[in-house]
């Protein structure tokens, strides 16, 4: 078990780049989410993937923002035409089970992004 | 909805004196969960507790200890004997039956262990 894996850990970016993030989950989990974190604040939800499908996006997701999973195992999240307000952590975790079940989460290190 | 609230932005305290952090939730649920994680300098959140809304039983893991009350929504952590390593950013989160599938974080407390 290797743990929830981000890549890269940091980035700098100019306003108008597009940038992408990518998370390899711990191999049996196959729920995934997405959260995003600025200074001072807790993680929010983006999105959540089961296996392969995006089944929940937060309004936080605008049309900049995409996410994949092609295969079921590691994710991808696309950043287009990237704002000074993007710039924050941008954290994957995984889980075995549903959350409503009480399952807790396992969060990697996270991305910095900073946007200038 | 669901809500977390922690009050507490920062607390310092002296090594070895013991710290409770204050969490209170909202939810319309009566089945959800509720967890403390911690999130050290580097940055990754570990899980460190999880109840569950039917067990208001409060229990002591080593130095954590947790007072859960319904009457009152809130989950209340403590750390007894403070070490310089229990430094951190301390965060409380809920995830409920129908709360889709996320987790709700609260803003977190940053916690300052001097030696």
């Known amino acids: 078990d290797t743990g929830v894996s981000q890549d890269p850990r940091h980035k700098i970016t100019k306003r108008g780049q597009n940038v992408t993030f990518r998370c390899d989950p711990i191999?049996?989990?196959?729920?995934l989410y997405w959260y995003r974190q600025t200074l001072g604040q807790g993680p929010e939800f983006l999105t959540y993937?089961?296996?392969?499908?995006?089944?929940?996006k937060s309004r936080l997701l605008s049309d900049r923002f995409s996410a994949e999973r092609p295969k079921g195992s590691f994710s991808t999240l696309e950043i287009q035409r990237t704002e000074q307000g993007d710039s924050a952590m941008y954290l994957c975790?995984?889980?075995?089970?549903?959350?409503?079940?009480?399952?807790?989460?396992?969060f990697g290190s996270g991305t910095q992004l900073s946007v200038l | 909805a669901q809500k977390v609230t922690q009050a507490q932005t920062e607390i310092s305290v002296v090594e070895k004196e013991d710290v409770t952090l204050d969490c209170v939730y909202e939810?319309?649920?009566?089945?959800?969960?509720l967890f403390w994680y911690k999130q050290p300098p580097s940055g990754e959140l570990v899980f460190l507790i999880r109840?569950?809304?039917?067990?208001?039983q409060n229990e002591i893991s080593g130095r954590y200890s947790w007072n859960f009350q319904k009457s009152t929504s809130s989950f209340n952590f403590t750390i007894t004997a403070s070490q310089v390593v229990d430094s951190a950013v301390y965060f409380c989160?809920?995830?409920?039956?129908?709360?889709?599938?996320?987790?709700?974080f609260g803003a977190g407390t940053r916690l300052f262990v001097k030696a």
């Open positions: 109840r569950n809304s039917f067990d208001e």
């Open positions: 939810t319309r649920d009566t089945t959800y969960y």
């Open positions: 975790a995984s889980s075995l089970a549903p959350l409503g079940s009480g399952e807790k989460l396992f």
């Open positions: 989160a809920l995830s409920q039956n129908t709360g889709g599938f996320k987790t709700i």
């Open positions: 993937f089961q296996n392969e499908a995006q089944l929940e």
């Open positions: 191999s049996e989990h196959n729920r």
